[in-house]
């Protein structure tokens, strides 16, 4: 039976959602890679998978385009409480991910705010490879690393324009320190409120936007008394807002899009 499937994007960066509700949920890692495929499937950054839940309206596991699972994705959690918001007639929806409880509302000019759980600092929490100072990594350009539920590694620097992100992404992603790789971040601080970010994701290469990327970015911004609480940060396909006032949650803001639906031959 083919698989039903809707496809929308933040700011260009594409994913997918299932919703197995009510049914046993069909995604293996084979079949995530499958439809991730470019070529031969539909394409995505990530897969995300609705599931039953109990305490919130969905249970939402993710799914990299390589058939990995993560445990955050900030653009397919503003699709998914879009698609419930809208079924359920409301302007706020409660999801629940491996980051917890996560609350999600819609404003009045139809972007979608998602509480993306607290940031994490710890070297282990991360992971790295060895206990150090999270916020001041020994790599040339001395970047600063957190989780939002997924590794990031930020570097802040003068002019974009001079760096080849395709060829350090990669370096940076699999560098050691990180045993399971990690997002990595471009930053150019523009002003206090407003940073233009270039991403290289894990598992994925040059993206156009990223919601947790966005959040990791401006977070490890904020520990470096670079930015103020509240940013805009302006990605390849668009900008977001990310506001966390040093504790609590992480509060992203962003537009989200349907691109088309269709069913997938299993």
Excluded at 26 to 42: E, F, W, Y
Excluded at 162 to 188: M, Y
Excluded at 202 to 208: K, M, Y
């Amino acid at each position: 039976m083919p698989l039903s499937f809707h496809k929308m994007h933040a700011n260009g960066d594409d994913f997918v959602i299932v919703d197995a509700r009510t049914t046993i949920n069909p995604i293996t890692s084979a079949l995530a890679k499958r439809m991730g495929d470019r070529h031969r499937g539909i394409g995505f950054n990530q897969l995300a998978v609705m599931l039953d839940c109990e305490d919130a309206a969905a249970w939402v596991m993710f799914w990299n385009a390589d058939g990995t699972a993560l445990d955050a994705c900030g653009s397919a959690t503003r699709g998914v409480a879009s698609r419930l918001m809208s079924e359920l007639n409301s302007t706020s929806v409660v999801l629940r991910t491996h980051r917890g409880l996560l609350t999600c509302e819609r404003s009045a000019a139809n972007t979608i705010t998602v509480g993306m759980g607290e940031p994490l600092f710890d070297w282990q929490q991360i992971p790295l490879a060895r206990e150090l100072d999270t916020a001041h990594l020994p790599l040339a350009g001395e970047p600063a690393a957190c989780s939002m539920g997924n590794p990031h590694c930020t570097f802040f620097v003068d002019d974009l324009g001079t760096l080849d992100i395709a060829a350090i992404g990669p370096t940076i992603e699999t560098n050691p320190l990180f045993p399971e790789k990690t997002n990595v971040h471009f930053v150019q601080v523009i002003n206090r409120r407003h940073i233009r970010l270039r991403i290289w994701e894990r598992c994925g290469g040059v993206a156009l936007g990223s919601g947790t990327c966005s959040c990791g970015a401006a977070v490890n911004g904020m520990r470096r008394g670079l930015l103020d609480d509240c940013v805009e940060v302006e990605c390849d396909g668009g900008s977001v807002t990310v506001q966390w006032r040093g504790t609590g949650p992480v509060l992203l803001t962003g537009p989200v899009e349907v691109v088309f639906s269709g069913a997938f031959a299993l």
